[in-house]
């Protein structure tokens, strides 16, 4: 019994130890990304002078190029690229919109979808059909539907809490509504923009089309003419509905995942990977999405080695091309690391703006995420209490058939949506301070996975 005791105390004391080096080390972590941080600045230059990059554009060449440089800068052990072949679509000239009730015409703002097809140079009108839900437009049935533009009109869900959850709730109708629109016989279809705000600011996005169905020309239309139309429609059944966009798809072109790491000092052969997505759309400078999640990755590298932490296993920062409109640059880093042989214990990834930070989602057994509850004592203190199971990240998605735990960074989330994919997700609407406490939650997290493994 006394022997029992004498162990179960040792243990304890040793755990006690080891949460003390923890919080020393996790708090100069803190400090260093407050005091000396480079992520707002270097956040800046992407938004300012590289500015919109779309897979396939230069403005994403430009990208690959300076995140490049910054890391090379830094000092990182390596610093490669990646080669990925990735869709290259255009949107063109500025896209027309009005509604039309009799002789008066009302302009509304729209912008294509992101994979759309143009409408031809005299755009489309014809009567409009507003619906809530696939199984409401099925019901509507061909004669109902065939020759008109179906409008996609239900909004996220305000009630929603998580406002991830309500736009996972809307957001079919932007991903398929063309097709469902074109299997009854529509000419096109107009989708609410994915928004609780009310503004005319288009939410823009990627869709896709379905095999064997007709290419119908697809945009968002803004939140505030949504209501208009939809109210328009109300008065007067008969109205129509003029768009004109000039948008096409072009040859894939070639473009690069950007990788920085720091190679472990007794594991070099286990990979931690922590990362964001270098594309934006076409029309934001993408700061929230995703600017802030590259930069806070090159910065959980910076702060490594700014504080001489040696790490264990090795530290990758990963720049991934193409999340916006096709995911090939996870699917390459992912393939490629399979291809090499390589073990990748844990995967970081930060893609929900540069808000406040709020925890962690993790993917992975219960028995590995049994494995983090231990930490939580000591990053609670920086506020991340929302440690538990949820989602890792579309572009670390695909290494978790490799087995590798993902972590997804949770900031704040009710204002992502006032900004994502629109032409006001500028530098100015985040936070220095926010932006660098996520960089430091992030290198945190990795320094307990790279002392600690899983």
């Known amino acids: 019994m006394k022997k029992t005791i004498t162990l179960l105390f040792t243990v304890l004391v040793g755990y006690a130890q080891a949460q003390n080096a923890d919080s020393v080390a996790i708090r100069k972590i803190y400090n260093e990304a407050l005091a000396h941080g480079k992520s707002y600045e270097w956040l800046r230059y992407l938004t300012k002078q590289v500015g919109p990059r779309l897979s396939g554009s230069a403005g994403a060449q430009k990208a690959v190029?300076?995140?490049?440089?910054?890391?090379?800068?830094?000092?990182?052990?390596?610093?490669?690229?990646?080669?990925?072949?990735?869709?290259?679509?255009?949107?063109?000239?500025?896209?027309?919109?009005?509604?039309?009730?009799?002789?008066?015409k009302t302009t509304v703002p729209i912008a294509a979808l992101g994979g759309s097809v143009a409408t031809g140079p005299k755009g489309v009108e014809a009567g409009v059909v507003e619906v809530k839900s696939f199984s409401e437009l099925r019901e509507l049935g061909v004669d109902k539907v065939k020759g008109k533009?179906?409008?996609?009109?239900?909004?996220?869900?305000?009630?929603?809490?998580?406002?991830?959850?309500?736009?996972?709730?809307?957001?079919?109708?932007?991903?398929?509504?063309?097709?469902?629109?074109?299997?009854?016989?529509?000419?096109?279809?107009?989708?609410?923009?994915?928004?609780?705000?009310?503004d005319d600011n288009p939410h823009v996005g990627g869709m896709r089309y379905g095999t064997g169905v007709p290419l119908i020309p697809t945009a968002a239309i803004s939140t505030n003419g949504a209501d208009l139309l939809s109210k328009s429609l109300?008065?007067?059944?008969?109205?129509?509905?003029?768009?004109?966009?000039?948008c096409e798809s072009l040859p894939?072109?070639?473009?690069?995942?950007?990788?920085?790491?720091?190679?472990?000092?007794?594991?070099?052969?286990?990979?931690?990977?922590?990362?964001?997505?270098?594309?934006?759309?076409?029309?934001?400078?993408?700061?929230?999405?995703?600017?802030?999640?590259?930069v806070q990755s090159i910065e959980v590298l910076r702060i490594m080695k700014a504080l001489g932490i040696k790490p264990k296993r090795t530290i990758r920062a990963v720049m991934f091309m193409n999340e916006e409109n096709g995911l090939r640059g996870g699917v390459q880093y992912a393939d490629l690391a399979k291809k090499n042989n390589e073990k990748h214990i844990a995967a970081v990834e930060s893609d929900n703006g540069g808000f406040t930070p709020r925890g962690f989602g993790i993917v992975g057994t219960p028995d590995q995420r049994a494995k983090v509850m231990p930490w939580k004592p000591v990053l609670a203190p920086y506020?991340?209490?929302?440690?538990?199971?949820?989602?890792?990240?579309?572009?670390?998605?695909?290494?978790?058939?490799?087995?590798?735990?993902?972590?997804?960074?949770?900031?704040?989330?009710?204002?992502?949506?006032?900004?994502?994919?629109?032409?006001?997700?500028?530098?100015?609407?985040?936070?220095?301070?926010?932006?660098?406490?996520?960089?430091?939650?992030?290198?945190?997290?990795?320094?307990?996975?790279?002392?600690?493994?899983?």
């Open 252 to 294: 894939d072109a070639k473009s690069y995942n950007v990788v920085g790491e720091i190679k472990g000092s007794e594991k070099p052969d286990e990979i931690i990977v922590v990362g964001g997505h270098l594309d934006s759309w076409d029309l934001a400078e993408g700061a929230h999405d995703d600017g802030a999640g590259c």
């Open 65 to 104: 190029d300076w995140t490049k440089q910054v890391m090379e800068k830094e000092g990182f052990d390596r610093v490669f690229l990646q080669d990925v072949m990735v869709p290259y679509w255009v949107r063109g000239a500025k896209e027309e919109a009005y509604i039309r009730m009799g002789k008066q």
């Open 234 to 246: 109300a008065e007067n059944p008969g109205l129509t509905f003029y768009f004109k966009q000039n």
């Open 149 to 198: 533009i179906v409008f996609f009109n239900r909004p996220m869900d305000p009630t929603k809490i998580n406002t991830f959850e309500a736009y996972g709730g809307a957001v079919d109708q932007r991903a398929n509504g063309a097709t469902e629109a074109a299997k009854l016989g529509a000419v096109g279809a107009i989708v609410r923009s994915m928004t609780n705000i009310h």
């Open 383 to 454: 506020g991340l209490l929302e440690i538990g199971a949820g989602g890792g990240g579309a572009d670390i998605g695909p290494l978790a058939q490799s087995g590798t735990v993902l972590f997804g960074f949770k900031p704040d989330s009710q204002r992502y949506f006032d900004y994502h994919h629109t032409t006001i997700d500028k530098f100015e609407t985040v936070s220095q301070r926010e932006l660098e406490l996520g960089a430091a939650s992030m290198a945190a997290l990795v320094y307990l996975l790279d002392q600690h493994g899983l």
